[in-house]
Structures are given as C-alpha cells and as structure tokens.
C-alpha cells in the first residue's frame, strides 16, 4: 500500500510539473518528499539501494502524470485550463498548515516570516510581469536541451512554474505534444537537461537545508503562496471573462461552480490523503 501512496504522489507531482502555472516542485513539497529526494540527489551514493528503491515508484508517478497528461493538455486544457488547475490550487491549500508547521519546527523568527513574504511577493510580481511579453522561438536539440534544464527548475526550486517560461517563448504546445506523440527527438534532450539541471543543483539546496533550515523552507514556503496566488488573476479570473467563457462553452455559473467545486474536492482530497499516510507505516527516507 506504501508503495501504492508514492505512486500517486509521483502521478500528481507529473501532472503539477505539466501544468501551467504550478510547479513540480511545489506538489513535491506538499507530499513531503522534496526535501528527501534533493538530499539523495546531493549523495546518491549514501543509501543508494534504500533510497532506490523508496523513490522508484515516485519516479514511475512522475513518467506516468507527465506522459498520461500530455495528452490531456493537448486535448482539452485550453478549453477547461482554470477547473483543472482549481483542483490543484486545492491540494496546496490543504496541506499549507502542514508546511507552515514543517517551516517552523526548528523555530521561527520575524526575519523568517519576511523572507516568506518578500519572496511569496517577489515572485508574485515577476510571474505578472511574466504574462505581458511572449516571444516564439523555433525549436532544436540545443533549444529542447536548456528548455528541459528551465523545466527542471520547477522541482528545484518549489514555486517555479517553468511550463509558464516555455508558453512564453512557444514551446509549450510543441512540448505537450511531442511528449504525447513519443517524438524522441524532442524527448531525448529534454531529459538530458532536465537530469544536468538536478544534478547541478540539488547538493546547493541540501546545503541550505543543512545550514539555513528555517530561512530556506520559509523561502519555499513564500515561493509556494506566490506561485498559488498569482495563478488566479492569470489563469482562472480570464477564464471566467467573456472570451474565456466563449471559448469553454461554459456560463459565467457553470464555470464558476465548477472551478469551486474541482477547489473543494482538491483541498477535502489532500486531507484525507494526508490523515491516510499518517496511519501507514513511514520508513526512512534518507539514512543517517
């Protein structure tokens, strides 16, 4: 059953990763396994086989969400975009007590709440800013090899929504469907920058979490509301104007009861996810 629980969490992680506007990263955080994975990445030789296998079927989750969604973004997601992220804007606010309490568990200080703040505010403003200019940029091995490094910084650093940097430049859509169609020459460079980016960066973040434990899960924790709060006035309030309407097919009700519903269902989900695992038995992530 464990083994079941991280497959899911893998799959939602995936499907966070793919979605504009979230972040890989930030699904990690709330499931609590961001900050594992970047200590077994930072020393993938300490505990391998242990830590191997622990994160396999999280990993096997991610494949799946990002394959199996694809073609659900394709589809039909420029259509109900604002219900589909509704539901995980409900994840995050279910669990932001959680990573509240998980921030401050080695104390908190006024400073702290102000990184959160400053950095929950910053990114806010730059992912606004973000929206107003868009530029197209013709695809190749060397473009798909730093769009998968720009990729990867979403599960990095939690609250970067990089599938928001490749609707800037046009890549999104040839992303989607390049995974969707198994198009490995877009695939292949993509994951090899993807793979250069962790690599590169996870001993850093190992190293704040080991020096600077409360200042950096606060940074996280600010980047998590910023990147949350700035996906309704880019996402949902559009999806309920007139042009959005029209493209969904949907009333102004209709869609709004739905964006409140997936929400509902998000949060009460997230919950009951969080109270299930806390009665299955926990084994140790990363040892020492």
């Given amino acids: 059953m464990d083994w079941f629980i991280r497959l899911i969490k893998g799959t939602i992680v995936g499907i966070g990763a793919i979605l504009p506007g979230l972040s890989g990263g930030v699904m990690a955080v709330i499931f609590g396994i961001y900050d594992p994975l970047i200590r077994f990445l930072a020393d993938i030789r300490k505990d391998f086989v242990k830590n191997f296998r622990y994160f396999l079927p999280i990993v096997i989750g991610v494949g799946l969400g990002f394959i199996l969604f694809s073609a659900v973004v394709s589809a039909a997601f420029g259509k109900y975009e604002a ?8 994840f995050v606010l ?8 998980t921030a401050g ?3 908190r200080s006024g400073g702290h709440l102000l990184i ?8 806010f403003a730059m992912l606004m800013m973000g929206q107003q200019s868009l530029t197209q940029v013709t695809p190749n091995l060397v473009v798909w090899f730093f769009s998968g490094m720009v990729f990867a910084l979403g599960f990095i650093v939690p609250g970067m929504s990089p599938s928001n940097f ?5 890549l999104y859509d040839k992303m989607a469907e390049g995974i969707k169609n198994l198009d490995f020459t877009m695939m292949i460079p993509f994951g090899l920058g993807a793979v250069a980016c ?18 950096t899960h606060h940074f996280i924790l600010g980047t998590v509301i910023g990147s949350s709060l700035v996906i309704f006035p880019v996402v949902v309030f559009p999806a309920l104007s007139g042009e959005g309407l029209a493209a969904s097919g ?7 009861l739905i964006c409140l519903l997936m929400l509902i269902i998000g949060v009460i989900v997230s919950y ?8 299955v038995e926990r084994k140790p992530l990363i040892g020492g």
Avoid: H
Avoid at 250 to 256: D, G, I, R, T
Avoid at 272 to 279: A, I, P, Y
């Fill in 105 to 107: 568990e080695r104390g």
């Fill in 272 to 279: 009951l996810f969080s109270r299930f695992e806390e009665k």
């Fill in 83 to 90: 219900q589909f992220v509704c539901l995980f804007i409900g």
């Fill in 94 to 101: 279910g669990t932001l007590p959680s990573l509240i309490r």
């Fill in 198 to 215: 962790v690599l590169l960066l996870s001993r850093l973040m190992a190293f704040l979490f080991d020096r600077f434990y409360a200042g």
């Fill in 166 to 170: 490749l609707i800037y430049f046009g």
């Fill in 250 to 256: 949907l009333s102004f009700p209709v869609a709004l």
């Fill in 116 to 123: 959160m703040a400053v950095t929950a505010a910053l990114l």
